[in-house]
């Protein structure tokens, strides 16, 4: 176990130092920088400007500063937030973002399972086709769409929420919703394929030759198994969650790290850039940890090895 | 039986409306009498009327014509992103599959490690670097959704290798060149040709959400038209008093995905007659 866990750290570490590479070079390879302005700024204020952030430092130099800084915690100065660090513009932001992602999955997992469930269960019944219905929309739904239909029908015309507000504990069912959406139909749509075919497997026909009550077949034998499937793509799904998240707190103006990404891509302030970046891939790499240690609690056979 | 026949209605119905969304795009001068620029202070924000089928927009511009417009930068970046990925791709897979081994291995690991990257972050961090136009936004989006591809194909041609005549062709002593290209290539289209109908729409809706929140392509002056992300992102700051603006492009977007969508399901669904 502890073995496991070391190997895992340290594959997640070798791809922090990859993205974190290639982010750099990406951004140096860019052109254009943060520092042009409509009007050209004097040689000798844009000397200064590189001089305070080692601009002026060969390549090299700069990018093993940058990785020993950030091997210390440290993401640098914002280009545009003067008086705030990355690292600071991440501490405020991070909390409402994650807190956005973690209310979608959730949503999308409560919406999931028991309509993938119901249509496995009743296939070829009206529930089947209308769960199947709304999951194929909702897979082809863009999250500006989705959003921009949510805050028409709810917002303006219905007046049940209002829109655009982070203050009260409803404001999140919005973003929540969008967010959530498009896994959610995923999940279901994955969910209901699997265990179709789980259905089928001797062990679920051992279980109700066995003369067990249904619901202990289809809930602890039959799904358990289907969970392995719905696990396995967790992982790019909480990608697409983290990357959704620019959209939706776009759309809703949340003041999340998507937001702040945004901005930062807009205004081309690299360090930020590359913090946000770093944060994502961390986020991914613990997220990804969680699901194999899920593997093992959903299949004993996976523990033992 | 009723499953398979709603099935082919609605591929048909998809492959319908692809092919009229192409003709669209490929006929828009001509299938609208008004130019997608063209300015005129009286008819500005004209709700949907005889004259302008989706009114007008906030600077008098015909809605329609800029959605007829905004098909072709949808349709290159889609079908172009899915081609330039499936070379990529493909060719790599290829490779992969075909060496085996220690190569195999770490070309994997490679791959592993893009697929585990949020698309989006990794294609706005490309897109800075190749500029915000359709042929930078065609690298950047190629660049990210290889890996799907590569992952297919390698996967198919470990299992292509293991065919008697795979093996008989090698028996007989061709070349490692005439055995991809005539015996492996022709054996692995099937689920190559599904994952580019999926690649398609998904090309689609990166390209129109970086539009829509404003960093995607950004040429005013291109003669490919607006994106439908952006005709959205206009629409959606006028959204509370004229909404048409943001519903044409909206539901142009969401039909164009969802039936490519639906065509690559049926496609599978023909192609891999397991699933069904």
């Known amino acids: 176990m502890l073995r496991f866990l070391f190997k895992r750290l340290f594959h997640g570490a070798i791809v922090l130092w990859i993205v974190a590479t290639l982010t750099f070079l990406l951004l140096r390879l860019a052109p254009g920088g943060p520092f042009d302005r409509e009007r050209k700024l004097p040689p000798e204020v844009l000397a200064n400007i590189e001089a305070k952030y080692h601009l002026d430092k060969p390549l090299l130099t700069q990018y093993l500063r940058y990785l020993s800084a950030i091997a210390q915690g440290d993401l640098g100065p914002s280009y545009k937030y003067l008086d705030r660090g990355v690292g600071a513009v991440i501490a405020d932001t991070l909390p409402t973002s994650a807190l956005l992602g973690l209310l979608a999955l959730l949503f999308a997992l409560a919406v999931a399972l028991p309509s993938g469930l119901l249509a496995a269960y009743f296939r070829g019944s009206w529930i089947d086709r209308a769960c199947m219905f709304v999951a194929s929309l909702g897979i082809s739904m863009p999250h500006f769409v989705l959003g921009a239909v949510l805050i028409w029908v709810i917002a303006l015309q219905l007046n049940w929420l209002q829109a655009g507000r982070w203050d009260l504990w409803e404001s999140v069912l919005l973003p929540m919703i969008t967010l959530g959406a498009a896994p959610a139909a995923y999940l279901a749509a994955l969910l209901r394929s699997t265990l179709l075919e789980t259905f089928g497997e001797d062990f679920v026909r051992t279980a109700r030759a066995k003369g067990l009550k249904e619901s202990i077949v289809v809930l602890r034998h039959a799904l358990r198994l289907s969970l392995i499937p719905v696990l396995t793509v967790m992982g790019p799904l909480t990608a697409a969650l983290l990357t959704g998240s620019f959209v939706v707190e776009y759309v809703f103006a949340i003041p999340g790290m998507g937001r702040f990404f945004i901005t930062a891509v807009t205004d081309r302030d690299y360090p930020l850039i590359m913090g946000v970046t770093l944060v994502y891939t961390v986020l991914l790499v613990c997220a990804n940890l969680l699901i194999d240690l899920l593997y093992g609690v959903v299949d004993p056979r996976i523990r033992a090895n | ?276």
């Open chain 2, 1 to 276: 039986m009723t499953g398979v026949k709603q099935h082919s209605l609605l591929m048909h119905w998809s492959l319908g409306f692809v092919v009229a969304i192409a003709l669209a795009a490929t006929l828009a001068p001509w299938l609208s009498p008004y130019s997608a620029s063209g300015l005129e202070a009286k008819r500005i924000l004209t709700p949907p009327s005889h004259e302008h089928w989706m009114g007008t927009d906030g600077l008098g511009r015909d809605l329609l014509t800029r959605v007829l417009y905004g098909a072709r930068v949808s349709l290159t970046v889609g079908v172009g992103t899915a081609i330039i990925a499936l070379v990529l791709g493909t060719v790599y897979g290829l490779i992969a599959g075909f060496k085996g081994g220690g190569t195999d291995n770490f070309m994997m690991r490679i791959v592993d490690i893009f697929y585990g990257l949020p698309d989006m972050l990794i294609f706005i961090l490309l897109s800075l670097v190749f500029g915000r136009n359709i042929a930078g936004l065609l690298v950047a989006l190629g660049l990210v959704s290889w890996v799907r591809f590569a992952r297919i194909a390698r996967g198919q041609v470990l299992q292509a290798k293991e065919y008697l005549f795979v093996e008989g062709a090698r028996a007989i002593g061709a070349s490692r060149g005439r055995v991809i290209w005539r015996h492996i290539l022709p054996n692995i289209l099937g689920p190559i040709i599904v994952t580019l109908t999926y690649s398609i729409p998904s090309a689609i809706l990166a390209e129109s959400t970086l539009s829509f929140i404003g960093i995607g392509i950004n040429d005013p002056y291109s003669p490919w038209g607006t994106s439908w992300g952006t005709l959205a992102q206009d629409g959606y700051r006028a959204m509370r008093t004229y909404p048409h603006v943001i519903f044409f492009p909206a539901t142009a977007i969401f039909l164009t995905i969802l039936a490519f969508n639906t065509l690559g399901n049926a496609l599978r669904d023909r192609l891999d007659p397991r699933r069904t």
